[in-house]
Every structure is written in structure tokens, then in C-alpha cells.
């Protein structure tokens, strides 16, 4: 039985991306023995995948801090006796541990990033608009030069016949005979957030909506004074800042009628767990690679401005100085689409 070893530390966008990829992969080599190499806090994401998928986690702040912690981390890995590794993430560390291997005689591949293409993609001048590969066909290429092709093939992180999970997890937030949307308003960069005055206009219309129970999502002291000034106004509305564990979150994330998202990791969880998805997309743009699985182009809200995109991650200052690309999105056009999706 042979032996293979995936690294892909962060972000939790990116982790979620490997899932759909995975499992695809254990289930067309079921006798290949398969190890995630990742930071701990991800392991739910790959609690339900197959047999064959083993989570492995490493800490990079004390235990394998540095180039010593990394030389530790090898030897510990090198006595699994894997057989390839696969490097999906090509970061300083990964690439250490993926060149450690290749000298000790092991079969090793990384992702192609497609770093140029993605610069001519975003620059000020001159653009190449074009679509550019999903980071899902990245990893699923990584595997390819190891020997292992398939196709991607995967429908939610519960099973089909799983029980319904509403009255268990939402019993103690909310009525279970009304509609359940989450909003995740926030992302890392500000080139990904909606305006917050305009995000509380569609929150405001929503909460009186007796049909609808809203549910934010987010985290860190400065979403949640945000979120909690919303919850003063709106008492309606709840808020999973800190309620929930994630892999709790993820139960939730799976009961919800529909998720509206930033171009952020939540819109990749609600993927994930098959739940209609509805994103808004600013500085950055779904040809950069990183559209959430099964997005199908009518649940994206952006503007085509000849401008976009102008970053890859949304962090780097709009050309513009005014990020039209977020301020001139009317609340009213992000309601509709709620309300079509749902109604």
C-alpha cells in the first residue's frame, strides 16, 4: 500500500479548496494511504472524507518553529516511510520540507501557482483578462505529475443521507419554520469587504423579515463590536462571533438556505456543505482561481470595471482611491438576489 503525503498550511480558503480534491483522490485510489500535513485548527474540514485520509497537525509557533523545528518535523515525518509528497501550498516551509524529501529519494511535485499569469491579471496597465486555472485543478495537477489522475467528483462534507442537523444545532438560536441565511460581511484585505454602512442596509431589511432568520458570521474584537453594534439595532439577527466551535459552525453552514459572502473562507465552507452560495466580489475577481466549488456565474455580484481585478487577495491600495468596485454595488441589487435565491 503505497504512502502519500499532502502539505497545505494555510489560509483556511486555500485548505478548503484541497477538500473536493482529496476526496476525489481517496476514492479513486481507496488502497492509497493518504496524510493532510496542516495546522490544527482545520482538521473538521476532513473529519468525513474517506477511510484513507488521515489529518496530521503541526505547530509552527513553538514545536517546529524555525529552520530547527522544520529539521524536527522531517524526522518525524521521514519514519512514515511515505512514498510521495505533495506540495500544494510552495511556501518557504513547504518547499524545505518537499527538498528534504526529494534528497532522502522520495517522489515529490508542488503547485505552479501560475505567479505570472496572475500579475498580468491584476496590473494597472496593459491587463491579460482571462481566466486562469482554479487552484482545484492546481492541486488536482500536483497529483498528475505524481502518477495519479482522476477526476474531481465531490458533493458536501456530510453525506447525503446524514440526519437533519436544524433542530439540533439551531434549536437554541432561533425558530426552525423560517428561512435561514447567513452573511459573512468581512475578509482579511479591504479590497474583499463590502462597505459596512452599506452591508448594514441589506442586514436592516432582512431583520424585519419575519420569513428570514439572519446569521452572522465572523470573528476578532473589531468584527465584533461591528456585528454587535448591528444586534443593538436588529435584535433579530444573531450573531456566531465566538457561539459556535467550527466544526459547529460547519453544522450550521450546512442548514442554512442560503450564505452571503465576501470572496472569503466562508464562501468556500458553504461550498463545501452544498449550501446555495451567494458572493460579492470587489478588487479581486473569480478569474484569479478562486471560485468556491460548483459556483455556478449567476450566484457572483461584481462590477465590470476595466480596473478589475487589481489584486489577487484584495490587499493591495485600489488605483482608483475610491474602490468603486465595492461602493457603487447598491444594496437594493444584493437584496433582489437574496430574495430571488430564497423566494
Known amino acids: 500500500m503505497s504512502k502519500i503525503l499532502i502539505f497545505r498550511f494555510s489560509a483556511l480558503g486555500d485548505v478548503a479548496m484541497t477538500v473536493p480534491v482529496i476526496y476525489s483522490l481517496a476514492i479513486s485510489f481507496p488502497t492509497l494511504e493518504i496524510t493532510i500535513l496542516s495546522r490544527a485548527s482545520f482538521q473538521p474540514l476532513f473529519v468525513n472524507l474517506p477511510h484513507n485520509v488521515k489529518f496530521i497537525s ?60 496572475k500579475k498580468n491579471l491584476t496590473r494597472k496597465n496593459n491587463k491579460i483578462f482571462a481566466p486562469l486555472k482554479s487552484n482545484f485543478i492546481r492541486y488536482q495537477e500536483v497529483l498528475a505529475k505524481l502518477g495519479f489522475e482522476f477526476e474531481v467528483k465531490f458533493h458536501s462534507l456530510f453525506p447525503l443521507e446524514s440526519k437533519d442537523l436544524k433542530p439540533i444545532i439551531l434549536s437554541k438560536f432561533a425558530s426552525t419554520n423560517k428561512k435561514f441565511v447567513g452573511i459573512a460581511p468581512f475578509a482579511k484585505h479591504q479590497g474583499k469587504i463590502y462597505p459596512i454602512e452599506l452591508q448594514e442596509e441589506v442586514i436592516a431589511h432582512f431583520a424585519k423579515d419575519s420569513r428570514i432568520q439572519l446569521f452572522i458570521f465572523g470573528g476578532g474584537k473589531q468584527e465584533k463590536l461591528i456585528v454587535d453594534a448591528w444586534i443593538q439595532k436588529y435584535p433579530s439577527v444573531q450573531s456566531m462571533i465566538g457561539k459556535l466551535k467550527f466544526n459547529e459552525e460547519l453544522l450550521l453552514i450546512n442548514e442554512l438556505d442560503l450564505m452571503f459572502s465576501m470572496d472569503s473562507a466562508n464562501m468556500h465552507l458553504a461550498a463545501l456543505t452544498n449550501t446555495k452560495t451567494l458572493t460579492l466580489w470587489g478588487a479581486t475577481h473569480p478569474f484569479a482561481g478562486f471560485v468556491a466549488w460548483n459556483q455556478l456565474p449567476e450566484n457572483i455580484i461584481e462590477l465590470n470595471l476595466a480596473c478589475r481585478p487589481c489584486s489577487v487577495y484584495g490587499n493591495k491600495v485600489c488605483f482608483r482611491k475610491d474602490y468603486a468596485c465595492l461602493n457603487e454595488i447598491k444594496p437594493q441589487h444584493i437584496i433582489s438576489k437574496i430574495e430571488q435565491f430564497l423566494f
Open 58 to 117: 503541526a505547530d509552527f509557533e513553538s514545536k517546529y518553529k524555525g529552520i530547527f523545528g522544520l529539521n524536527k518535523l522531517f524526522r518525524e515525518l521521514k519514519s512514515e516511510n511515505f512514498d510521495y509528497v505533495a506540495d500544494f501550498h510552495n511556501v518557504l516551509r513547504t518547499s524545505y520540507l518537499t527538498w528534504l524529501f526529494k534528497l532522502n529519494g522520495i517522489s515529490t511535485a508542488k503547485i505552479d501557482k501560475g505567479r505570472a499569469e
